[in-house]
């Protein structure tokens, strides 16, 4: 898919997976509208790669739809990539015998769920307007889930459920979406060198690393945003669920 003069937006593109995101979209002519409710980092990605900024929560509909209004006005709306997102720590039940909090199961689920899906939908219905190329795509939509999704660990119980969520979307909303010539897809990405690891002492973070089967390493937001764009060219790529991890399966701890 041809890049230059469309146009993309990016949920969680102030930081991370996100940021990169943007650039890596700008730099092949993508006019990018970067979402964040972090107004400041978004207007600094935004003015980094020459996009549009955006300060919203991805779990307010109408703020979604804004977003995608001016993704849509700045030229034609190609590409929607879902990286807003967060994690929670709480076991089933706690040491004192307490069963796990709704309101954090909750939290996780308007974040990392609804907030994909309002974003997905809204984005579709825009990019269905759009006319389709010579043969007959329209756009792709990107989401972000987790290799939680499959490998959830002790605590994660709401994080694997709300990736586990994202990761059930994708082949649905691929069949819906295959009339109109939109592609939808999902990464799942390992351990990552993004800002929640950054706080981690140098120590921990080299575990990590270490953990990981080959490379050993942790992830660059860099590489993530490679494969963004290599699926937005490779138009063969629909309805499926990529594993970026380095072949890392998750221990229980």
Avoid at 40 to 61: I, L
């Amino acid at each position: 898919m041809e890049l230059t003069n469309s146009s993309a937006i990016v949920t969680g593109g102030a930081s991370g997976l996100g940021a990169a995101t943007v650039r890596a979209l700008a730099e092949r002519g993508a006019r990018v509208v970067v979402f964040d409710r972090n107004e400041a980092g978004a207007k600094q990605v935004a003015d980094e790669a020459g996009g549009e900024p955006f300060a919203g929560d991805v779990t307010d509909p109408e703020a979604c739809q804004k977003a995608v209004d001016l993704a849509a006005e700045g030229g034609v709306l190609r590409v929607a990539v879902n990286c807003a997102g967060t994690g929670w720590a709480e076991r089933v039940i706690n040491r004192e015998g307490k069963p796990h909090d709704i309101r954090g199961f909750e939290f996780l689920m308007r974040l990392n769920v609804i907030g994909t899906f309002n974003v997905m939908t809204k984005a579709a219905a825009a990019i269905a307007k759009t006319e389709p190329s010579v043969d007959g795509e329209r756009g792709v939509i990107v989401n972000t889930a987790s290799v939680a999704a499959f490998d959830g660990q002790i605590g994660q119980l709401a994080y694997s459920a709300s990736k586990g969520a994202v990761v059930g979307m994708t082949l649905p909303a691929a069949r819906d979406l295959s009339v109109v010539g939109i592609r939808v897809l999902t990464i799942a990405p390992g351990l990552f060198d993004t800002p929640l690891l950054a706080s981690l002492p140098e120590e921990q973070r080299r575990a990590l690393g270490e953990s990981v089967l080959f490379p050993k390493l942790l992830g660059q937001p860099s590489q993530f945003a490679q494969l963004v764009v290599d699926i937005v060219g490779n138009r063969y790529l629909n309805g499926e669920v990529i594993r970026l991890d380095g072949g890392i399966r998750m221990p229980p701890r």
